[in-house]
């Protein structure tokens, strides 16, 4: 069974960078595609940005675009979310997410629903000051 762990997030200033890291144990992480969600307090969960299996498509959230690169590292079982240009409504607990079912094609069009990702991680916080 895969497990995932989030790691990197902390407080910055707004303007700020953060590094987040999704590592994975075990399993078929490898051939899974990965999405990074984050939820504010008081509000619902929503996507931030999603890779496929091979990294070879990524999406983003609109209001992150520019600012966030996600990307793995299928030897190292990793994905990363590097995170520029913080700002204070950035924050929230990050999680990362694994499509264990493969309902996620290679291509990445559009944002993706929580609802299909089997694998989920425990959450960083990400606290971005003004």
């Known amino acids: 069974q895969v497990q995932l762990v989030e790691s990197g997030g902390g407080l910055v200033q707004a303007g700020g960078s953060l590094r987040l890291s999704c590592a994975a144990s075990?399993?078929?992480?490898?051939?899974?595609?990965v999405g990074w969600f984050r939820q504010a307090p008081g509000k619902e969960r929503k996507f931030v940005a999603a890779?496929?299996?091979?990294?070879?498509?990524?999406y983003y959230t609109d209001s992150v675009k520019g600012r966030f690169t996600i990307s793995r590292d299928n030897f190292k079982n990793t994905v990363t979310l590097q995170m520029n240009s913080l700002k204070p409504e950035d924050t929230a607990v990050y999680y990362c997410?694994?499509?264990?079912?493969?309902?996620?094609?290679?291509?990445?069009?559009?944002?993706?629903?929580?609802?299909?990702?089997?694998?989920w991680g425990q959450g960083t916080q990400v606290t971005v000051s003004s």
């Open positions: 075990g399993g078929m992480f490898s051939r899974y595609a």
């Open positions: 890779i496929s299996w091979n990294g070879g498509s990524t």
């Open positions: 997410a694994a499509d264990s079912w493969g309902t996620i094609g290679d291509t990445i069009s559009r944002e993706i629903s929580d609802l299909l990702f089997g694998l």
